[in-house]
């Protein structure tokens, strides 16, 4: 179901311009046959044209109920589906997969680097793509409200991601398909991840499909008290 609805809001505007030809043709042919019907004389060729009038009509009012359909879809069910449906990449299930803390060798690593190095943002840009809360090296508990701005030209739809500090391997949270202007992002309940050290990554496209370098924040996820 979630390709059909991409289908039909990917190519939106050629599904109205096909049914819109399809309608031109099938309404004049419904135009064109009740015409003669009318001015038929004959048994035969008022039957004819009955027959030829029937299939329009039909023709035309299964063109119309998809183009309502269409308009339907389009306008009210559409733009309230989850952003997540538009996203090909998958998101992993992080309740059945828990995410490993890190390494020794990593620690090791990070314990040599002053405080503000370790946690720092990257690649975060004010008042376009970035993540007010949670801050550089945050202690995160339980479920959250993410704040930021996601406020670029052209844009398509921003998501959030999750990841242990030094793997590769990111967890879709949730996605976003409106202008966000140091506001809400969205949820984030981390209840289910290993407590640890971790990535959280706001990741932005615009209208084209290019993928703009993300934001960055390195948290640290604590148990529940």
């Excluded at 050629?14 to 042919?29: E, K, V």
């Excluded at 508990?141 to 991601?161: C, H, M, Q, R, W």
């Amino acid at each position: 179901m979630a390709e059909f609805y991409k289908f039909l809001a990917s190519y939106e505007v050629l599904i109205y311009i096909l049914l819109a030809i399809g309608g031109l043709f099938s309404f004049r042919w419904l135009w064109r046959s009740w015409r003669e019907w009318q001015v038929a004389v004959y048994s035969l060729e008022r039957e004819f044209s009955s027959r030829r009038f029937g299939r329009s009509a039909a023709i035309s009012t299964f063109i119309a109920i998809l183009f309502c359909a269409e308009f339907f879809m389009a306008t009210f069910i559409i733009p309230g589906l989850p952003a997540e449906v538009f996203i090909s990449t998958p998101t992993l299930d992080l309740i059945s997969t828990p995410l490993g803390t890190l390494s020794a060798e990593m620690m090791t690593q990070f314990s040599g680097l002053p405080p503000q190095a370790a946690a720092s943002s990257t690649g975060c840009i004010p008042s376009q793509i970035d993540i007010t809360f949670p801050q550089p090296g945050d202690e995160i508990k339980g479920a959250i409200e993410l704040s930021g701005t996601v406020d670029i030209p052209n844009f398509g739809f921003y998501k959030y991601e999750v990841a242990p500090t030094g793997s590769d391997t990111w967890a879709t949270i949730s996605a976003g398909r409106a202008i966000v202007n140091n506001g809400s992002l969205g949820r984030w309940d981390a209840t289910a991840l290993t407590p640890g050290d971790y990535q959280l990554r706001l990741v932005v496209t615009d209208n084209q499909g290019q993928i703009l370098p993300p934001c960055v924040v390195p948290v640290r996820v604590v148990p529940l008290q």
